[in-house]
DNA sequence: TTTTCCATGTAACTCGTTACATGATTTC
DNA sequence: GAAATCATGTAACGAGTTACATGGAAAA
């Protein structure tokens, strides 16, 4: 439902097709969107059906016609009711990663320790993308923030993860 | 991929039928992973036939025979496998929050607030449950704390977004 | 001239959920 | 005796991805 919001969202702003729809969101949003291509086209064709777009076929050289969508009333009040939806509603993270860390105890505190080490790296590499992305015009801007805040707590926390189970020889060692 | 983990790391531990793996989980991760009677079935069968488990049927009385599961040595090279690609990879965290955020701008700041304010009562409450989940064991403790942490930082978050958003005439009115 | 880009589309598949059905057994 | 619990199963659906196919236009 996010993905017609997105749609709609961006097709209110100005019309275009569905190509041009992809590449905007992968350009532009690929942070916190990963909408497919074939996705894209399903959805628009759905909207159209339900009389939420007006596609306006663009005819151009000997390539397939761009369809350029356009909202009607209908897609208007329906990205209303989603926008509203959306911004009301607590959506509940899952996390994934987290089967793992449930388990941990089965396996050496060093593998473990490396293991997750790896994860880290990877962790603060998105980070450091989330923390380079130029910044964004008006309410955009809010969700590369909100991106931001949530790696930190992610890293922290592994941290204090990986403090946790490090084996004490680290310490003997010294 | 992470929810065979699940099962093959709960079966490692004790044998289990589906019902019962299905109620453990339930009852005990309620918070983290929420696995659907279907889908555990699904997946007990399916990895049986992968040869990662094997089902001893125990008839008692005139119900279904329940069938015990029970990890082969497939399956614990499984586990492994999947819990060491478990811990080392980062899964990026997708926030379908976020789309309406980008959108903020297309409504009057008092209702962004208000619809907001409503997504902050449902993220306290989840935080409040969170931190009333009694302690558990071994490293499961991690998952909650965790999800605490998370919680909190979606709190502060919200909170900053309400407060930037929030319309002047707040502070006229006073 | 070969590759990349433009622009669409679709068939098959995966993963998971929903919504049922069955029927004995225990609890209220 | 009604309701909840135990224990399985399955058919249909939904959202989304993968992996293709087409074919002209622009760039290398």
């Known amino acids: 439902m996010e993905r017609e919001l997105l749609l709609l969202g961006l097709l209110r702003q100005t019309d275009m097709h569905g190509y041009q729809l992809h590449e905007f969101i992968h350009r532009n949003m690929a942070s916190c969107v990963d909408l497919k291509k074939a996705t894209a086209y399903y959805l628009l064709d759905k909207m159209t059906e ?62 473990a320790v490396n293991l997750l080490s790896h994860r880290r790296t990877a962790l603060q590499a998105e980070l450091d993308a989330a923390q380079t992305v130029p910044p964004h015009v008006g309410t955009s801007q809010l969700v590369i923030e909100h991106l931001v805040r949530h790696l930190r707590t992610e890293l922290d926390w592994l941290d204090e993860v990986i403090r946790r189970i490090e084996p004490r020889s680290e310490q003997e060692n010294t």
């Open 50 to 111: 339900s009389g939420w777009l007006i596609p306006t076929e663009e005819q151009e050289g000997g390539r397939p016609p761009r369809r350029v969508y356009q909202l009607t009333e209908a897609g208007e009040s329906a990205y209303q009711a989603m926008l509203r939806e959306n911004l009301s509603t607590h959506y509940e993270a899952r996390f994934t990663g987290d089967i793992g860390l449930a388990f941990l105890d089965s396996l050496p505190a060093e593998e």
